[in-house]
């Protein structure tokens, strides 16, 4: 039989070797080192002392505060819009900080007078105004070299009549403030502000007019009306008739549907009813028989005034 060399013979194995414990050798222990030293000798190796704001960073970049995702290469910045000058609607329109654009407002005045929506009425309420006669400065630099010279005329008449007109109705009002303070300082005389008097009334003044007009006596309501100290003859007297056609109507909102005033060719509007006839009569009559102990120009003025309504 052919022997192979991996089949067991009955020759014996040899036997293994035993296994033997051998204890672990010990390591040496390590030595602690300082963050100086680069090793485990007693050997200390040199050191550089460094500031603390003089610390090298190398490299590093100091991070950015606020928006860190905003790339300002990508930043355009736009061109500022053009402002479109807008045309003034009204003449208290072209004042700006105590400046009136007299350029704005002679072309409007044109073009009003052009278009037939001109108001003689609204023309004198601001020249005359409170607003008007504090302005401190006129500015005209747009009428200049305009290349139009009938347009550079009318302009040039338009600007200088209203500049006139303002002038003299400041100089008016401290006229009039001038001659009350002297008044008041007088003390009286005869141009001191005039009194209703009832006692020479010889006529008993009852109205009884249509609807909203009521049935009541004048004599009553004008005792009733007591002006402010600080108002002129005229103020009084358009104080008292104001308050006597707010009295005689009913509900009192209705006298706002008559017309009571004119100021001119332009100034009525046709929208508002004509005072009746007799209502205007009487209350006119019940002020002409009133005494006056201090009658002036101020009261005459008022008759004429009053005569015109009716």
């Not at 020759?11 to 204890?23: E, H, Q």
């Not at 040199?46 to 290469?73: C, K, L, S, Y």
């Not at 600007?159 to 008041?184: G, L, P, S, V």
């Not at 109507?249 to 046709?270: A, F, H, M, W």
């Amino acid at each position: 039989m052919r022997q192979n060399s991996h089949m067991q013979t009955r020759s014996r194995a040899p036997a293994r070797a035993r296994l033997t414990y051998v204890p672990p050798t010990p390591r040496p222990e390590l030595a602690i080192a300082s963050p100086q030293t680069t090793s485990a000798t007693p050997t200390a190796a040199p050191r550089t002392v460094f500031q603390d704001e003089n610390i090298p960073i190398g490299g590093e970049q100091v991070a950015r505060t606020g928006n860190i995702h905003e790339r300002p290469q990508f930043n355009f910045e736009e061109a500022p819009a053009p402002q479109v000058s807008r045309e003034p609607t009204s003449l208290y329109a072209c004042i700006s900080n105590g400046t009136l654009d007299m350029d704005k407002a002679a072309r409007l005045v044109l073009k009003q007078k052009r278009d037939g929506s001109f108001n003689q009425s609204i023309y004198d309420e601001f020249v005359r105004s409170e607003v008007a006669s504090r302005v401190q400065y006129f500015r005209n630099t747009g009428t200049l070299d305009l290349g139009d010279t009938v347009l550079e005329m009318r302009l040039t008449g338009i600007i200088n009549y209203m500049m006139a007109e303002i002038q003299c109705a400041k100089f008016d009002r401290y006229t009039r403030t001038a001659e009350m303070a002297e008044r008041k300082e007088t003390g009286g005389g005869v141009s001191g502000r005039p009194v209703l008097m009832l006692t020479n009334c010889t006529r008993a003044w009852k109205i009884d007019g249509p609807a909203p007009f009521i049935t009541a006596d004048l004599g009553g309501l004008v005792s009733n009306y007591h002006p402010k100290d600080k108002e002129s003859s005229f103020q009084m007297f358009a104080g008292l008739y104001r308050f006597l056609l707010v009295k005689i109507t009913n509900p009192p909102q209705k006298i706002q549907e008559y017309s009571l005033r004119l100021n001119g060719k332009c100034g009525r509007v046709d929208s508002l009813l004509s005072l009746p006839e007799c209502i205007a009569n009487l209350l006119i009559g019940k002020i002409r028989e009133t005494q006056f102990t201090e009658l002036n120009i101020g009261a005459i003025r008022t008759f004429q005034t009053l005569e015109r309504i009716s």
